[in-house]
């Protein structure tokens, strides 16, 4: 409920009714109140004109509720002002009159001639509303003139209220209690007619809705006076016109508010304001299409925002599905820019709330202090990178956080050493926009506010507090933050079963794509609705929602699920160059921020196998690297040739202007089954499920072993999921399930040894940069191939199973450490052992073996190495290596002790040859 209330009672009494100008006397106040709780009063659209009346409540003394009703557009379209805002000094009119600190001068013509101007201004905490009439036909000094006025505050529940004998002809009364306020214009200089109203400020916004009455003659005859469309006048107080840009809200310095919304095919729209606690608006302001609407955005400035504390809009239009519109007056829905969304109350009485989802007027008290923050920047082929869900990473009681931090991004940051631990330097965030509970984190409702579930208080300012707090927290320990991000739809879903609560409502034809028949088109990815992002509004709003991100929360990257959906044009077809990735990848703010491409879906794990325009800026999701590296794993014949290109970077995905470096490398995901139930379901060793047979774990574990080698072993960035390290199992599930982190299970024996093994393969990645984090392709001449004898890999065979590659350094490249020469990886995912013949290496230079994945721990992984012995009937020079079944080795070439010896003094000889010169 918006009450506005007289300052004094003398003015009251003066302004009021009759029938409770006395009641105003005893009571001190007098209050206009707009309520919509009162269903049982009539709305009354009479003759275009639409004022307000009063109404007096039964049983409340000194209050008059005021009526609410729709203002024609046409009424306010002679509304006009004279001059800008004027700040900072007092002005005069031109009677010189001081008249305030803050003017706003209206003018208006009038029907048959003459004019009405309203000025209003604002000092000491009050507006001060003149109206002034002048030259209007028929009306002599003699006459009576009157304005007949009220408060008009909303279009929700429509009343118009008059007293039977003070309405203007034609206006039905609704109760015998109501009458319209009426109060004397005074004769001022010139013929000029003139009447002050004052207003305590602090109940603003508010508009006076007022038609003139002039009384004349003897028989007291009337003549209403009206605009030049025949309509009531309109004065906005606490309100103004407002600016188009930026989209959303914009909190002035002043502590005004201006709300700008695109809606291009809506015929009207309703700001609707509401204070803390109220389940329907409280204020609800019209917007006229022709003050209010700058090409297709609409605004409105609020001076004061006063108890307000949310706000949503009603959009209306035309009703039918024919145009692609999807409009409803009841409605209110949440800005698309909306950058922290407001908690949900609920609803009083069994009633539903109009506003599922509404935008905040409340924000941070202070700016966040950032200190000396900075993006880590760390080249993309040096990142490790650890996906997880915020919630699901330290919502177990087991995280042993406080309760207020479970679940919470700062809980992310409480658990920075773990991250540390493991190597990693890069978190992918699974999709933190608000979205619908009911359908999950990949249904997005909004594209720049947080999950208020993400927040230690459960709202959306806490949760916007606590990501920058976790941003700035994994900075220091130079962790990047990546937001996985969801452009492609909505959770407000499709025609069958939608759930408006933004874009639909808004303008349904603009934000999605529509089939032949104007109904909103799903995808076969899994989507009830497909965003219509190459939509020049559309693409802009992404842009500026990636901006906001970066600039607002200092993200480092984003990764696009279903991003081939980015390339689809308005009618659904295939953009060869949409423009919205183009404009993502030469974006200024963007430049130097990841931007990774997933062309999967995560509700059917369906792939769009298509080449993705990628303007030498896109990373992509390699999921032919998790698929070749599963069918060679798990013993497919004729994988040779594809699991050799996965290793060395996917060229055939990668070549043309990228690199390695591009290919963002997984084994698992949160879709689809985790690392454990991997080689317990898909291919389960032996037994399916759960066991205790332990002949069949022990190859299970190998088989962890193998698939992390596989993923830091190979070209490219390596992505671990969120518990793989720990054994974390959906029951072989492959649906998107939200993960529970068990942090109990780090301690167990399997979760010991398996982040162990992670955290050493993650050090030796960055110990041999030369060879496994390389920017560009290894040169031809530095790869070889091998089967089971050194240079003899048969490609073709179906037979042959084993397969080896030797990766050679280019000691004037980037590693020039010439203790280490080449590195030898093989795999055996047969079930037999298999002996192999060694590559030759240079003269005074052994092999080392760093990893075996069939041995236990901890000698399955020896960072500093053990030699190879090479006996006298080794037939090989560089000596031979068994391969257990369902192993993976990786061999380094070291220096032999003695060479070593003469490598040190031959550097000191030419360090003191340096200095001597």
């Not at 990142?383 to 915020?390: D, E, G, P, S």
Request: proline fraction near 5%; hydrophobic fraction near 35%.
């Amino acid at each position: 409920m918006a009450v506005v209330c007289f300052h004094n009672a003398a003015v009251a009494c003066t302004l009021a009714p009759p029938n409770v100008a006395e009641s105003a006397k005893h009571d001190g106040s007098a209050c206009l109140r707009a309520s919509n709780q009162r269903a049982h009063l009539k709305y009354a659209k009479i003759l275009g004109f639409e004022a307000l009346g009063c109404y007096q409540r039964r049983g409340t003394s000194g209050c008059i509720a005021v009526a609410e009703a729709e203002l024609p557009m046409q009424s306010r379209s002679h509304l006009s002002t004279d001059c800008p805002k004027r700040q900072g000094k007092i002005l005069e009119d031109e009677r010189g009159t001081c008249i305030g600190q803050t003017i706003r001068k209206y003018s208006y013509h009038v029907e048959g001639g003459g004019q009405v101007r309203a000025l209003v201004s604002e000092v000491d905490g009050k507006y001060k509303v003149v109206v002034e009439a002048s030259s209007i036909p028929n009306v002599t000094a003699d006459d009576t003139l009157a304005m007949h006025w009220g408060h008009f505050k909303s279009d929700y529940s429509n009343w118009t209220l008059f007293h039977p004998g003070g309405a203007p002809s034609g206006i039905p009364s609704v109760t015998e209690l109501t009458e319209a306020m009426q109060t004397l214009l005074n004769h001022g200089q010139c013929g000029i007619r003139i009447l002050e109203l004052e207003f305590e400020s602090k109940h603003a916004p508010f508009l006076i809705n007022f038609a003139l009455c002039c009384v004349s003659g003897l028989d007291r005859k009337k003549m209403w006076i009206r605009n030049g469309f025949q309509s009531n006048f309109c004065i906005p107080v606490g309100l103004g016109w407002g600016q188009p840009e930026p989209l959303g809200i914009t909190i002035g310095s002043d502590g005004s508010v201006n709300f700008a919304l695109y809606s291009r095919h809506a015929k009207n729209v309703v700001l609707c304001l509401y204070d803390s606690d109220s389940t329907d608006p409280c204020l609800e302001i019209d917007l006229d299409c022709f003050r209010h609407r700058t090409g297709d955005i609409w605004h409105i400035k609020l001076e004061k925002p006063g108890c307000f504390t949310r706000y949503g809009y009603r959009c209306k239009g035309d009703l039918s599905w024919e145009k692609g519109n999807r409009f409803h007056p009841h409605h209110v829905l949440v800005d698309p820019y909306a950058k922290i969304l407001a908690p949900i109350v609920p609803a009083h009485d069994g009633l539903s709330s109009s506003g599922a989802l509404l935008g905040s007027l409340i924000t941070e008290k202070k700016q966040f202090d950032w200190g000396d923050d900075s993006h880590p920047d760390i080249p993309l082929e040096c990142i490790f990178a650890y996906r997880l869900n915020v919630r699901g990473f330290t919502a177990d009681k087991s995280s042993g956080l406080d309760k207020t931090l479970r679940g919470t991004f700062e809980g992310v940051a409480e658990k920075v050493q773990h991250l540390r631990k493991l190597g990693v330097n890069a978190v992918i965030l699974q999709p933190i926009f608000a979205y619908n509970k009911r359908k999950g984190c990949f249904h997005p409702f909004s594209f720049f506010a947080p999950m208020d579930c993400f927040g230690p208080s459960n709202d959306s300012l806490s949760a916007s507090v606590s990501l920058k707090k976790m941003v700035k927290a994994l900075h220091e320990f130079g962790i990047e933050v990546i937001l996985d991000v969801v452009y492609s739809h909505t959770g407000e879903g499709g025609d069958e079963e939608p759930e408006t609560v933004s874009f639909r409502g808004i303008d349904n034809a603009t934000y999605y794509i529509l089939d032949r028949n104007d109904k909103v088109s799903g995808s076969e990815f899994g989507s009830t609705n497909l965003f219509n992002c190459n939509h020049p509004v559309v693409h802009r709003m992404i842009l500026d929602s990636l901006r906001y991100w970066v600039t607002e929360y200092h993200v480092d990257g984003f990764c696009f699920a279903n991003a081939t959906m980015l390339t689809i044009g308005p009618h659904g077809e295939e953009l060869s160059r949409p423009v919205l990735v183009e404009a993502i990848s030469f974006d200024p703010i963007l430049a130097r921020r990841k931007l990774i491409a997933d062309t999967c879906s995560p509700s059917t794990r369906l792939c769009k196998m298509r080449s993705f325009p990628h303007w030498k800026r896109w990373c992509e999701w390699n999921g032919l690297f998790r698929d070749d590296i599963r069918r060679f794993l798990r013993g497919d014949k004729g994988q040779l040739s594809r699991f050799a290109t996965r290793l060395c970077g996917s060229g055939d995905l990668f070549a043309g202007g990228r690199g390695p470096s591009y290919s963002i490398n997984f084994v698992s995901s949160h879709y689809g089954l985790t690392l454990v139930d991997l080689v317990s379901y898909s291919w389960n060793c032996g037994e399916e499920g759960l066991t205790n047979n332990e002949a069949v774990l022990a190859i299970r574990v190998k088989q962890v072993c193998n698939f992390l080698a596989c993923l830091f072993l190979s070209q490219g960035v390596p992505v671990l999921s969120m518990g793989d390290e720990c054994g974390i199992s959906k029951g072989g599930s492959t649906s998107f399930e939200e993960r529970s982190y068990n942090w109990d299970a780090l301690k167990t024996e399997y979760g010991i040894q398996t982040t162990q093994f992670i955290s050493s393969l993650s050090t030796f990645r960055s110990r041999r940069s030369d060879l496994l984090q390389c920017h560009e392709f290894i040169s031809l001449a530095n790869v070889k191939w091998h089967g089971v004898k050194p240079d003899q890999l048969e490609w073709m065979s179906t037979d042959s199973s084993f397969l080896a590659v030797s990766l050679q350094p280019n000691f004037t490249g980037s590693n020039p450490n010439r203790s280490v020469g080449d590195i030898y990886i093989g795999f055996n995912p047969h079930n037999e052992s298999v002996v192999v013949s060694l590559p030759a290496l240079p003269e005074g230079m052994i092999w080392h073996r760093i990893v075996d994945t069939s041995l236990p721990y901890p000698e399955n992984f020896v960072q500093d190495g053990i030699s190879v012995e090479i006996s006298e009937e080794d037939a090989s020079p560089g000596g031979t290596y068994k391969f257990q079944s369902y192993t993976c080795a990786l061999l380094e070439a070291h220096i032999a002790d003695e060479t070593k010896v003469k490598i040190q003094i031959e550097d000191q000889a030419e360090q003191q040859h340096e200095m001597s010169s």
